[in-house]
């Protein structure tokens, strides 16, 4: 399996990095993003661009992938509905159209979140434009499209958050996570689950297209 990793350098990135890196079938990883991933691999080749918008140049690196892992994003607090939407929305299609073109085999998955609004019209900002964002995605002619919705993610494996507001939020519940996954297991999930998860769905074939955090954990377990 050779897989296309997007957002390796953020933290759900670098656990599903971490995972690829570790598994048998899968012989090369591509990372392309904003900034390097700080991991050394025989089976790891990177892309860093500064502008994601245009992947024209790069084009001919980014055939004969298997699966598609889209993990970037950004979070939606201090943003205006616009400019959140040039990320999480344009900046998404505007990618997977391309590896969708380049790639007509590939499995995509798409890290959304837990309460996304499929309807696209909900009061809450960010689920309306994450809701859009998945179905207008589930369009692309790919073999196979996946949209991950995990709550909370816990970070592993010395994996941190680029996010300082997510960094504090770990800081103040992680005394608490044992607790919590006994009593909501289906409400957090990790970074190695989720990644264990992602090459599952491409192993295994067709699931529902939505993949919530008890889908997570049980694919990823």
């Known amino acids: 399996m050779k897989v296309l990793l997007l957002g390796?350098?953020?933290?759900?990135?670098?656990?599903?990095?971490?995972e690829c890196?570790?598994?048998?079938?899968?012989?090369?990883?591509?990372?392309?993003?904003?900034?390097?991933?700080?991991?050394?691999?025989?089976?790891?080749?990177?892309?860093?661009?500064?502008?994601?918008?245009?992947?024209?140049?790069?084009?001919?690196?980014?055939?004969?992938?298997?699966?598609?892992f889209f993990c970037l994003g950004v979070s939606s607090v201090g943003k205006t509905e616009a400019d959140y939407r040039r990320v999480t929305h344009d900046l998404t299609l505007r990618v997977a159209g391309t590896l969708a073109r380049l790639n007509p085999g590939m499995t995509f998955v798409y890290v959304s979140g837990a309460g996304t609004d499929s309807t696209g019209k909900g009061r809450s900002m960010w689920a309306r434009v994450k809701g859009q964002t998945e179905n207008d995605l589930l369009r692309l002619p790919f073999k196979?499209?996946?949209?991950f919705r995990p709550g909370a993610i816990q970070p592993r494996h010395g994996i941190r958050s680029k996010t300082a507001v997510y960094r504090l939020a770990y800081l103040i519940v992680r005394p608490f996570l044992p607790i919590i996954s006994r009593v909501a297991?289906?409400?957090?999930?990790t970074t190695d689950q989720v990644g264990r998860a992602m090459l599952a769905v491409v192993r295994q074939g067709p699931t529902e297209q939505r993949v919530?955090?008890?889908?997570?954990?049980?694919?990823?377990?």
């Not at 196979?144 to 949209?147: H, S, V």
């Not at 297991?185 to 999930?189: A, F, L, Q, R, V």
């Open 212 to 221: 919530e955090t008890r889908d997570i954990n049980r694919l990823g377990a």
């Open 185 to 189: 297991p289906n409400s957090i999930t």
């Open 144 to 147: 196979a499209a996946y949209m």
């Open 21 to 68: 890196l570790l598994a048998s079938d899968v012989t090369s990883v591509l990372s392309v993003g904003r900034s390097p991933t700080g991991r050394t691999d025989p089976k790891l080749l990177e892309i860093v661009r500064a502008d994601l918008t245009d992947l024209g140049p790069v084009e001919p690196q980014l055939t004969g992938y298997d699966a598609g």
């Open 8 to 18: 390796g350098s953020g933290m759900v990135g670098q656990g599903v990095l971490r």
